[in-house]
């Protein structure tokens, strides 16, 4: 039991450390560093390509090509959440809320004394009136038959920095939302084609997909630059009812929650595939994305389909770098066994002899819009959390707490009123403010010496 | 002179000549105290800055092109704003003397970002959208603010190292770290602040060097400056990957990708929030967290620069 009671202390103790925090705080963008500088999400054999085998494999063995997702990425974000709300209940919220308590003054580095006529009582009076008029809540105690007053600025600031973890928490419980219910994918949607929305009722056709492409001379060469990229779908929701709706980069569709975006555009490819004159109705039926290979029946060989170029150069017969459709061709590799045997650029409907009888011709093309779609019942927290934290940022470094201590005793002649500050941030920060508040409550509580200058006017 | 240069030109032309004679002017004030120096290098840094201003919006209003959407657009605005946080803080603070370096800075960044000049591009579909207009400017600014906390940080380090090397025997009695218990006089007099006791017994001795060391802010004046800077930073830089993360959702789907950019910036902001969280501690406060933040800024060029130059991401605009 006591075992226990004290690993729960050390626990708590260790927790609630500031500079253990701050360590997790490191260890966490060190990490994050990490993920920027390896690419991630790449083929395994792309970090073999990129870094010394010893390395590549480290990298895959960790997961530092998916570091994000590791459980000791998740997990230290995890350590930090417990690290943060130990920390607030076991020393923000007590040391940010201090009692009232009597100081000794002169040993807090912000102190002055006046001496001032009058007695105790009415100076007192008039010292928390100085403070009221400029803001400061006043409140009184005695400790041990010692009457002390205390002014308060900005108390309610003191909650900033609760206001800003709670923003963090509120963050992390968003992106848990949307791991625990939320969903996301891409899908390629070839123009005329109709997909189901994942968990809807719905679905969703491609009519017509579009893009505009404006070639800019620049200093440094010709620019393709894209100018818009549109999708034409017609959605069949839950009512049956067919709607037309149109998917462009920055402006998604909302079907039942789960929003589409537009991500990316490609072409699918048909070809016309014959063995010794007579057509393959298999092989040329079916629509073929880059990436996708025809495997020849009984030959061991297949061709890869490469890449579709929009525009080849008539002059080189290479790829232009034009993406807009002028005089499209096909790049295919034949592999036999496993090695590449050869590769060309196929031009549309001129065919290419792969041997053994094969002729493989592409035949056309079909405009394939890349969707992304995402459902996250979370974004609504994450973005209350993003602004709680903000909220809590701007008060805890825009409105400083300052506590001041204020003893009135009586002195041979009159009183002395000493005066200490004390801020949430130490005491530089409130140097300036102090003097000027103490030589401002100097001015107003001791009467000014009468000047000769006052004198002679008084005399004349 | 070609009479057909376009407007924005000559606006850039008069920006870059009035920071480099600023900055010359204000650098020549920090090694002779000369104020003659100081009242040519203000107003030409203010000049600097309306003409960047009307240059931003020359070019935005020749063009019908929201300027911020490549380098060239994003690092003028990064001087523009560097050089207008420096000014508030210089009036407000008397921080003249370390103008030379942050107007200096700007003005290479700006000549750097002209270089990337490629004329006038429509932007990309991504790119089409008002949040460019909202979220560009902020986490620009935050730079802005980050890179005049790292010239105030290596003020403080320049100081903090000279009055090491003054003598050991002295170590410096850093204000800020002394706490409540530190002793202090009684008397109801502004207190004579000795965070840097060598450096004031060599001014008294006379050695020049020290004097002029010694007219520059208190080590614990100049601790809390890079704290008020930082804390213009953070949070802008904070609003900037929320309204970042509010783009990204509308436009790809997602508010958070973790593509490269939008990574290298929270690597950044959780230094910032590491220096924000050990300057509330006493001990931490000074010559540790001045470097944290000198360390920070690195960062902040390293998301601004390296990510941009080496490591391709959504950010380098593709789609
Ligand atoms: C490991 C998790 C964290 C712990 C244990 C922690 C702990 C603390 C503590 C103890 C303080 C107050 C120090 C004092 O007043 O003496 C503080 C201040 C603060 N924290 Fe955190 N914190 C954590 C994470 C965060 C995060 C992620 C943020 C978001 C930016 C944040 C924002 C702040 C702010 C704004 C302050 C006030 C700083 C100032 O007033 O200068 N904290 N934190």
């Known amino acids: 039991m006591t075992a226990v009671r004290s690993y729960y202390e050390d626990f708590l103790r260790t927790f609630s450390n500031v500079l253990f925090a701050v360590s997790l705080l490191l260890v966490w963008g060190l990490m994050t ?37 590791t459980p000791y990425y998740v997990g230290m974000i995890g350590l930090i959440l417990v690290s943060l709300t130990v920390c607030t209940f076991k020393r923000v919220i007590p040391a940010r809320l201090p009692v009232l308590r009597p100081v000794k003054i002169d040993k807090i580095p912000l102190n002055g004394q006046i001496e001032v006529p009058g007695d105790e009582g009415a100076v007192r009076a008039r010292v928390e009136q100085f403070f009221r008029k400029r803001g400061w809540q006043v409140r009184s105690r005695e400790f041990d038959g010692t009457e002390w007053t205390f002014a308060d600025k900005h108390n309610w600031a003191r909650r900033g920095v609760l206001v800003a973890h709670i923003g963090f928490a509120i963050i992390a419980a968003g992106t848990t939302v949307y791991w625990a219910k939320g969903f996301s994918g891409d899908s390629a949607v070839l123009v005329g084609q109709t997909i189901d929305v994942p968990h809807r009722q719905a679905t969703l056709r491609l009519d017509k997909f579009n893009f505009k492409i404006q070639p800019i001379m620049t200093k440094s060469g010709m620019v393709y630059q894209p100018i818009d ?97 002028n005089d499209p061709a096909v790049g295919l590799a034949v592999a036999e066994g496993g090695q590449t045997a050869g590769a060309a650029l196929v031009p549309m409907k001129t065919w290419i002899d792969v041997g053994d009888g094969w002729r493989v011709t592409p035949q056309s093309y079909v405009m394939v819009s890349g969707l992304q779609y995402r459902y996250d019942p979370g974004v609504a927290l994450v973005g209350i959390g993003a602004f709680v934290l903000l909220a809590g940022l701007v008060i805890s470094f825009y409105f400083l707490p300052a506590r001041l201590f204020v003893r009135v005793e009586s002195a041979p002649q009159g009183c002395t009123v000493g005066l200490a500050a004390m801020t949430v941030k130490g005491y530089d920060i409130f140097e300036t403010q102090f003097n000027e508040l103490l030589a401002e409550l100097r001015k107003t509580m001791v009467p000014p010496e009468p000047s000769s200058s006052l004198s002679l006017a008084e005399a004349t | 002179m070609q009479h057909n240069m376009p407007l924005d030109e000559v606006l850039m032309i008069i920006a870059l000549g009035s920071y480099v004679v600023s900055a010359l002017a204000l650098l020549a004030f920090f090694f002779t105290r000369d ?32 300027p911020l959407l490549n380098l060239y657009g994003s690092l003028s605005m990064f001087s523009v704003v560097s050089v207008g946080i420096f000014i508030y803080f210089a009036f407000r603070y008397k921080l003249w003397f370390a103008g030379g370096f942050v107007i200096a800075l700007a003005a290479m960044f700006l000549a750097y970002g002209v270089t990337w000049n490629e004329g006038t591009m429509p932007a990309v579909p991504s790119l089409q959208s008002y949040w460019a207009k909202i979220h560009v400017p902020l986490v620009v600014s935050s730079y802005g603010a980050f890179m005049v906390a790292f010239v105030m940080s290596a003020m403080y380090l320049l100081k903090y190292y000279y009055e090491r090397a003054l003598g050991t025997a002295t170590a410096p009695v850093d204000y800020a770290m002394a706490g409540p218990s530190a002793a202090a006089s009684s008397t109801s007099e502004m207190r004579v602040r000795l965070d840097a006791p060598n450096i004031a017994a060599a001014a008294a001795g006379g050695n020049a060097t020290a004097q002029w060391f010694n007219t520059m802010p208190s080590l614990a004046q100049l601790d809390i400056l890079i704290y008020r800077v930082v804390a213009v930073g953070l949070p802008l830089l904070t609003l900037g990957i929320i309204t970042g993360a509010m783009w990204a959702h509308e436009a790809w789907g997602a508010y958070w990708q973790w593509d490269p950019k939008e990574t290298a910036a929270l690597f950044s902001w959780i230094v910032y929030a590491i220096y924000m969280h050990l300057h509330t501690r006493n001990a931490w406060r000074g010559v540790r967290s001045a470097w944290i933040s000198a360390a920070g800024f690195l960062t902040i060029m390293f998301c601004y620069f390296g990510v941009n130059l080496w490591i391709s991401g959504l950010h380098s605009y593709k789609v």
Do not use: C
């Open chain 1, 229 to 325: 990229y549109v999708s034409n779908v017609t959605v069949v929701g839950k009512n049956g009812i067919p709607k037309n709706e149109t998917i462009r980069v920055n402006h998604p569709i909302d079907i039942g929650g789960t929003l589409f975006y537009q991500s990316s555009y490609g072409y699918a490819i048909k070809f016309l595939v014959t063995h010794d004159g007579t057509r393959s109705a298999a092989l040329s039926d079916k629509t073929y994305f880059t990436g996708d290979a025809i495997t020849l029946p009984g030959s061991g060989r297949q061709i890869q389909v490469m890449q579709f170029v929009p525009t080849v150069d008539r002059q080189t017969g290479q790829p232009s770098a034009d993406p807009r459709i």
């Open chain 2, 35 to 66: 104020e003659w120096l100081k009242h040519l290098g203000i107003p030409l840094a203010i000049a600097g800055v309306v003409a960047q201003i009307a240059q931003l919006l020359a070019r935005w209003e020749l063009t019908h092109i929201w």
């Open chain 1, 33 to 69: 560093l990490v993920g920027v500088i390896v690419q991630q999400g790449k083929d395994p054999s792309d970090y073999f390509s990129m870094y010394a085998p010893p390395l590549a494999r480290m990298i895959l063995r960790l997961n530092v090509d998916n570091i994000y997702h």
